[in-house]
């Protein structure tokens, strides 16, 4: 009955989910607020104005003026991570025909649905920048924009699919939360919109687990495997260190990220030791431990330079995955055309008909 | 989730599948929201991706589509002007009126 997920009561302001609403009020609260009065003029000091409205934590909507790197870098992000949900159908997608019970499938239909979805609202996002989903999907398929390096592992065995829905989306979450106060006003609206259904996706993932965990021996070790092979590839989701990211800076200034690579990367980490403690299952990490000084848990980072690897296509499924999504958009042609050609003749029907 | 009706002076018209917005009535009795587009060949096909797409989890009980290039925006640029009249004309709210004591039910 995921129909909850979406009431207030389910999170009473903490957790998660309580952020997420906090940044839906903040959104509401600040187009209440209104823009400034006096909105530019037509020779008005355009990026000056923008600066304002940055500053004042209110959106940039999609009529307004915004610098063109301000524009790409968004481009960038919105389609990478639209990207990201379609070719995330895929590791999942897997284990659609294999789950272990009837309840399993349909959830997982169900998730696999959602990330179709929310590959279309991130899509619908990016294109209020000016480009449209034809053109971001050409870019894909060329090869000339990246999705999420963690698809690129393969899904070897049933607990897999839990620990994507624990430790993938819960990374996602952790990572997208801080974006649903973002600067830019359709983002941060599909972001609210996509962290209600991920918590639903995160909670399914970690229930798998946990029933294996407390399973036969052999399903446990089977969740430990599990953890074993997903918990770096995880990590490694929040992107290289601060001191190598590129595009961090400049996003922090202009509000659309919130927080630092390895700031989210700490939080996932603190947040994964007391619910993996409940699992009864251990994080693949020996020099794991709080750090009472840093009131944080210290860490081993993960291997960025597998990262690196896995971001430029030599990845273990890179090839497989891009050859899917490419096999099914060459075959799915004929439809597309056919979809249209039906839309074209029932059009012109209609016409005669009004003629 | 998308307002690209307001930008489509900056894309090509060749696509295969327009752009519909969509609007959802949640219960009976409020109105229809816009909640988001899609792409769809047509309308029924709109509908029906909408459907899925947007009311999962009983989100709405109406939805209607509009292909995006059927709406026409106004422009920020002329925000001001355009909206203005509502600050001027106080005597348009019911709290510029003063009521004397005693009056009930008004």
Known sequence: MYGNDFSAEDAPGGGLLGEVEAAEAALREAAERGRRADAPGPDADLAGYFAEVIDADQKIEPRDWMPEAYRKTLIRQIAQHAHSEIIGMQPEGNWISRAPSLKRKAILLAKVQDEAGHGLYLYAAAETLGISRDELVRLLLEGRQKYSSIFNYPTLTWADVGAIGWLVDGAAIVNQVPLCRCSYGPYARAMIRVCKEESFHQRQGYEILHTLAHGTPEQKAMAQDSVDRWWYPSLAMF?????????????????????SNDELRQRFVDMCVQQAEILDLTLPDPDLRWNDERQAYDYTQPDYDELMQVIKGNG?????????????????????????????KRAEQKEKVAA | MSERSERTDRLSVTEHSPLWEVFVRARRGLSHTHVGSLHAPDAELALRNARDLYTRRQEGVSIWVVPAAAITASSPDEKDAFFDPAADKVYRHPTFYDVPDGVSHL
């Open chain 1, 239 to 259: 992107g290289p260190p601060d001191g190598d990211s590129t595009h961090s800076a400049q996003s922090m200034a202009w509000k659309i990220k919130r927080f």
């Open chain 1, 316 to 344: 273990p499924c890179n090839r497989q995955r891009m050859e899917h999504r490419r096999r099914a958009h060459t075959e799915g042609a004929w439809v597309r055309e056919a979809a249209a050609a039906y839309a074209a």
